[in-house]
């Protein structure tokens, strides 16, 4: 940030970096990506051994304190989340406002920039105490609304939370549960679950984290800057990448399963055909948490006794791309969402919900970026540059001379 505004000063030069494929907004010692080595690390950690080793709960604590916890540490945060995970009755008012077909995404980035109208405590969105609270109130309530968001889309009731489970647990039964049936889900569903939300919990700057990043170097406080963060993993080239997916998938199969066929078009450029879950703007080798769920996919799927064809079309389809010289010389591998849809609908999601579980896994990584944002003295309000290409100078006409 320096360099470039002394370049500035002493030039008069900007830098046009579109999409910002060369240019760093920030320094940051959360997450470490390799690209071509298809490396990730978690404040040092390799992406593997977390996902084997480390509840989302743990890695929550990794990526927003900075340590791996102690078992008091885990037990003491786990404590103040499973007091927080109620909504506010008003606040549960709002879902019934929604149309019943709104995209789950639509009502789960709503619901978090309302909780800005609830929690105003402080003045000063950076007020430890506060900052402090916001992140417990975010990690709680985050997947009670988004499992709010299901219950109304299928027009059933909404439970309150059951305080003995776990984060994921806790939003399974929301999601699920159908009172008075007790909700039993298979430990091998809640471990997976918990497990992908590991693997999607921070990207460095990917386009979710900047904005999120972008909207808090204005000040404003954390459910905002979440809540932009929400919008922005909406596209289908970033979250809703793997909604995109089964939709492709379920296409491939509805016109025959010929994924020879499909590859073509994609290879032909057709308008709005790509290969989605496939590409990645830092990953020019295979995506490291794209291994592990390939195997997830396929025990997950396994153990729920779930035949889905569409994991063969998408195993042929990742076959028939790793060999064409399309995808090779593009450096195309598939991304941590090529098979992530194929879990998610195995564990009985609909795809409308596949971005919204990106979501409740990305949160710590929004909530430790904005956090080591505001303690960065180096920060200050983002504020890109652009390069003017409009007309120059030109004079008005009155209206009746035009
Ligand atoms: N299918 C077909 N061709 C592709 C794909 C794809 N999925 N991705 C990139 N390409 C091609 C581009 O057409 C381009 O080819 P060209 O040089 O002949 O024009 C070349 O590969 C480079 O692609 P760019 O668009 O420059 O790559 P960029 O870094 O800007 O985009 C992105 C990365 C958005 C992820 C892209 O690969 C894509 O659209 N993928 C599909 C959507 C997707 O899966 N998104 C999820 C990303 S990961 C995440 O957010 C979890």
Redo the contacts with the bound molecule.
Sequence with gaps: GLEAGKLLKETGHVTLDV?F?NTAACSSAITYIDGDAGVLRYRGYPIDELAEHASFLETSYLLIYGELPTQDELAAFDERIRRHTLLHEDLTGFFSGFPRDAHPMAVLSSAVSALSTFYQDSLDPFDPEQVEISTVRLLAKVPTIAAYAYKKSIGQPFLYPDNRLDLTENFLRLTFGVPPEPYEPDPAMVRALDMLFVLHAD?EQ??STSTVRLVGSSNANMFASVSAGINALFG????G?NE??LQMLGRIQAEGGDVDAFVRR?KD?EPGV????????VYKNYDPRAAIVKRTADEVLGKLGAQDQLLDIAMRLEEVALADD??VS?K?YP????YTGLIYKAMGFPPKMFTVL?ALGRLPGWIAQWREMINDPATKIGRPRQVYVGETERHVTAIGER
Aim: aromatic share 16%; with cysteine.
């Design positions: 999409g494929v990207h990917n386009c289908p080239l970033h979250g990448a995109a997916v994609v450029k790509k290969l989605m879950g496939f590409g990645h703007r399309y995808f593009r195309l991304n941590v969402d090529f990106f």
